[in-house]
């Protein structure tokens, strides 16, 4: 079987890029060893997490109304149910781009693919009683994503010691459950299990929650946890996991070492959430010849070619930050590039959110890589204590903040931290593209009472103008 461009990997940026060249009209095979188109993103991360965040949320909505002097009873939670539902909507889901596929004429062959040369694949169907087929073509966009990083020495022949995926699946709400890593993965899913009841830990190796984000965005999140969790643990270290039989059943023994010394506990359940690494490997990609660095990744230009000259790669396998809506982007662009259009892969800002409750989101320049690099930035910051839509919610622990270019007053990163930041964070994203200034932000009217005029009363606050916030005349800027 031959097909002109085969997209091997069915996730954000698979299908997004086998799509793209269907409506180009290009004759597209997707290749993916998961029944279900998707990929990582929607089956086992980012949909199901936030159908399981929203569920949280709205368990400490319930719980945060008290202080409005409406109480309700505590939730009974209908594990099945609650399962059930998370499954439903995946299921939407990808029934939808199945047939988005069928109607773009993109064939879909479900299995286990294998470079045996820069130009061929050796596909294993799903289906046990179906046979190889040799599969060659023109070009490849290489899409296979992404799985949970694994330590060694945790592995055990547990169901009690989870990954991000085993952990989405909801088997049981544990009586006590420990996050092994402090980044996002651990916190989303922390986030869950304590909502629904669980008494979580979390353990982590640095010196801070989200060692990536800007500390004052942090600091919000770090305050809410440590009243929702039973405990964060850091500059500590695991160093040894082991399962024990108790009267309740059975549980995992974990040996710490942190500033304190060294201890021991128990936990129903333990989720290590270390990050994940590149499926490039297992793939034949040594019998092509892509390049590979040391952590995994493969290497590629600006229009997502691999120095094999058949072969192009996109998303997670590709480097970091590990985010579907990259990928998306990078799909386009692999398409774009060989349907002979000048594409190129060069964003100024690539927002990044962390869905936990405050949410974080930033993108562009932080104030933690403008120190790092030692650029001179001017940092802007409006608390959401002044904003009258933050107040009428009862959620005032939010932050906005643009770092701007003193010279130019070009705005170069937007952080935010607080209800619904995910949702604002796209404005600040749009601004750096465009190479808006901070006077084109506030000068932009926005809907009042909102949460997204934060973003322009930061800008306010820049410029010395800001209503809400009062400086002395000596310190409003002359701009």
């Not at 070009?410 to 808006?436: D, F, H, P, S």
Request: hydrophobic share 40%; with cysteine; net charge negative.
């Amino acid at each position: 079987m031959h097909a002109p461009l085969v997209v091997l990997g069915g996730g954000p940026g698979g299908y997004a890029a086998a799509f793209l060249a269907a409506d180009l009209g290009m004759t597209v095979t997707l290749v993916d060893r998961d029944p279900r188109l998707g990929g990582t993103c929607l089956l086992r991360g980012c949909i199901p997490s936030k159908a399981l965040l929203h569920v949280g949320r709205v368990i400490a909505e319930a719980r945060e109304m008290e202080a409005w002097g409406i109480a309700f009873a505590k939730p009974t939670i209908d594990v099945a149910a609650l399962r059930a539902r998370k499954d439903k909507v995946i299921g939407t889901l990808t029934g939808g781009l199945a047939q988005l596929a069928r109607r773009r004429n993109v064939t879909v062959i479900h299995g286990t693919a294998r470079f045996t040369a820069s130009s061929t694949l050796e596909v294993t169907p799903a289906d046990p009683a179906g046979t190889s087929q040799t599969l060659s073509f023109d070009h490849c966009i290489l899409a296979t994503g992404s799985r949970p990083a694994r330590i060694p020495a945790f592995d055990l022949p547990t169901t009690r010691v989870m990954d991000s995926t085993s952990a989405l699946e909801l088997e049981e709400i544990p009586e006590s459950l420990l996050v092994i890593g402090g980044g996002y993965i651990g916190l989303e899913m922390g986030t869950v299990y304590a909502e629904l009841g669980s008494r979580v830990s979390v353990v982590e190796l640095t010196d801070g929650l989200l060692p990536g984000a800007d500390r004052d965005l942090v600091k919000p999140l770090h305050q809410r946890l440590d009243k929702l969790f039973a405990g964060i643990h850091l500059r500590t270290k695991v160093t040894k996991i082991e399962e024990v039989a108790t009267p309740a059943g059975g549980a995992i023994r974990v040996h710490f070492e942190g500033p304190e010394g060294a201890s021991t506990r128990e936990f129903s359940r333990v989720l290590v959430a270390v990050g994940r690494r590149p499926n490039s490997d297992g793939i034949g990609l040594e019998l092509t010849g892509v390049t590979i660095d040391k952590r995994g990744f493969v290497g590629v230009d600006d229009r997502q070619r691999t120095s094999d000259p058949r072969i192009l790669a996109i998303g997670d396998v590709c480097g970091e930050p590990m985010l579907a809506h990259r990928a998306s982007h990078q799909g386009k662009v692999a398409v774009e590039g060989l349907h002979g259009e000048p594409a190129a892969f060069a964003p100024r800002a690539i927002p990044a959110v962390v869905f936990t409750d405050p949410e974080i989101a930033w993108a562009g320049l932080t104030e933690q890589e403008a120190a790092a690099t030692g650029r001179t930035v001017e940092i802007s910051r409006y608390p959401w204590a002044a904003s009258g839509r933050a107040q009428a919610l009862g959620r005032t622990d939010g932050l906005t903040k643009l770092v701007v270019d003193p010279e130019s007053d070009r705005v170069l990163g937007v952080g935010i931290v607080g209800a619904g930041a995910g949702e604002l964070v796209a404005e600040g994203a749009l601004a750096i593209e465009m190479g808006c200034t901070a006077r084109d932000l506030a000068e932009t009217i926005h809907p009042h009472p909102t949460l997204g005029e934060t973003v322009a009363f930061s800008a306010e606050n820049h410029l010395g103008t800001a209503t809400e916030i009062y400086r002395p005349r000596g310190d409003a800027l002359a701009r």
